[in-house]
Nanobody, 120 residues
Framework: QVQVVESGGGLVQPGGSLRLSCVAS????????MGWYRQAPGKERELVAR???????DYADPVKGRFIISRDNAKNTIYLQMNSLKPEDTAVYFC??????????????WGQGTQVTVSS
């Protein structure tokens, strides 16, 4: 059994900061790419930032220069430091991880999401 759990969401004023965390746990052999996605009400889920592997980093244009994604491989954890938050960043933020539980399979796992609300 594999679990992916996000934390760190909440209510913040425009211009403020939040740090999200995502931990993968369970019977994990290895983890490939990990990333953050978000879904605002009435909209489709979209990429925020991801670490697909190696030294590669992808950011969505709306968050470039404001958000920073990082990873601690020893802890099976990724973080999303969100600065200069705007009301349009309001969404449920989901963590995604590509996890192998055996030598021959890799699955795509999602967390339950954490709400981020940017409002004065």
């Amino acid at each position: 059994q594999v679990q992916v759990v996000e934390s760190g969401g909440g209510l913040v004023q425009p211009g403020g900061s939040l740090r999200l965390s995502c931990v993968a746990s369970g019977r994990i052999l290895s983890i490939g790419g990990m990333g953050w996605y978000r879904q605002a009400p009435g909209k489709e889920r979209e990429l925020v930032a991801r670490l697909p592997g190696g030294d590669n980093v992808d950011y969505a244009d709306p968050v470039k220069g404001r958000f920073i994604i990082s990873r601690d491989n020893a802890k099976n954890t990724i973080y999303l430091q969100m600065n200069s938050l705007k009301p349009e960043d309001t969404a449920v933020y989901f963590c995604n991880a590509q996890i192998s539980t055996t030598l021959f399979s890799r699955g795509n796992y999602w967390g339950q999401g954490t709400q981020v609300t940017v409002s004065s």
